[in-house]
């Protein structure tokens, strides 16, 4: 399973899905379902959108967790 971490990186700095979606010009239902994390899939550009925002790494935003 594939988590995002979008939810977290928010809370950290106190945004809300609209500051996010205004600030990057992604569709606010494209970030509500990577904050809820139900996603079924991502577009590269909105990964590389969301990773320049907050100024981390894919592998800050997403994570392999595997299933037991």
Known sequence: ???CHLSRLMG???MKIIDVARETGLNRNTITLL??????RV?????DRLCHLFGCE???L???VPEE
């Open 58 to 60: 894919v592998g800050d």
């Open 35 to 40: 904050y809820k994390e139900n996603a079924q």
């Open 43 to 47: 577009d590269l550009d909105a990964i």
């Open 1 to 3: 399973m594939v988590r």
């Open 12 to 14: 950290e700095r106190k």
């Open 62 to 64: 997403l994570e392999y």
